[in-house]
């Protein structure tokens, strides 16, 4: 079974720029969460998708941040414009079914803001 | 809005030392419970979880961890470590109903002495 996939690895820009990242999940898999993780501190949920829907958003810098996912599979969260303290790793993760409840992480976006 | 605390940042033991990390939560009401591993250069995998039933749960590895209600803890623990136990651990909390995100702590780097 392939894992959540996410893709770029690493990116570096400028602050003020604008980033996307993108989020395959494990296929079937109707739940996908975002997570920002800073350094020296544990991921923090950013949005979670029910399918296309979103179910929480709650802690998602609305005015620089923005996620879709518009059929229900893969996933971008962008980023526009970029602020240093937005420097993190930014993880995907996915379930299968949220009464199951077992979170698979992607190997993480590790973004840097200069 | 609920946290998790870990009591301890950085841990040095040496082979087949036990270890206890600590790990506790602010929620009152129903909780499910996880510790998640992420070795080196590897994604963030899950250990154990708790979500009823009984306090003493097993998980992959020869961890496990027990649940008491009354403390608000959630200790991982390990009889005789091994080198490859060398990872950061995060202790995780989801409250019961709604949204399904989780709250991480901030995370122990454990270091494991040949």
């Known amino acids: 079974e392939a894992g959540v996939a996410q893709s770029p690895r690493y990116k570096i820009i400028e602050k003020r720029q604008s980033v996307a990242f993108w989020c395959n999940p494990i296929?079937?898999?109707?739940?996908l969460y975002w997570y920002q993780q800073i350094l020296g501190q544990g991921p923090k949920l950013l949005i979670q998708?029910?399918?296309?829907?979103?179910?929480?958003d709650s802690q998602l810098p609305k005015d620089r941040f923005s996620a879709e996912r518009l059929k229900g599979v893969d996933s971008t969260l962008k980023i526009q414009p970029a602020k240093l303290e937005d420097s993190a790793v930014y993880l995907c993760?996915?379930?299968?079914?949220?009464?199951?409840?077992?979170?698979?992480f992607g190997p993480g976006t590790r973004l840097t803001v200069t | 809005a609920q946290s998790v605390s870990q009591h301890n940042h950085h841990v040095i033991l040496s082979e087949a030392a036990s270890l206890e990390l600590g790990c506790n939560y602010s929620?009152?009401?129903?909780?499910?419970l996880f510790w998640y591993v992420q070795y080196p250069g590897q994604h963030l995998q899950l250990l154990l979880k708790?979500?009823?039933?009984?306090?003493l749960v097993k998980g992959i590895k020869g961890f496990e961890a027990e649940f008491i209600k009354s403390k608000f803890s959630f200790n991982l623990r390990k009889p005789s470590v091994q080198w490859s136990d060398t990872a950061e651990y995060f202790c995780?909390?989801?409250?019961?109903?709604?949204?399904?995100?989780?709250?991480f702590g901030k995370g122990t780097h454990l270091i494991i002495q040949p």
């Open positions: 993760a996915s379930s299968l079914d949220p009464g199951v409840y077992e979170q698979y």
């Open positions: 296929s079937g898999h109707a739940t």
């Open positions: 998708f029910q399918n296309n829907g979103v179910v929480d």
């Open positions: 929620y009152g009401g129903t909780v499910n």
């Open positions: 708790y979500f009823s039933g009984d306090p």
């Open positions: 995780a909390v989801k409250s019961g109903g709604g949204a399904d995100g989780l709250t």
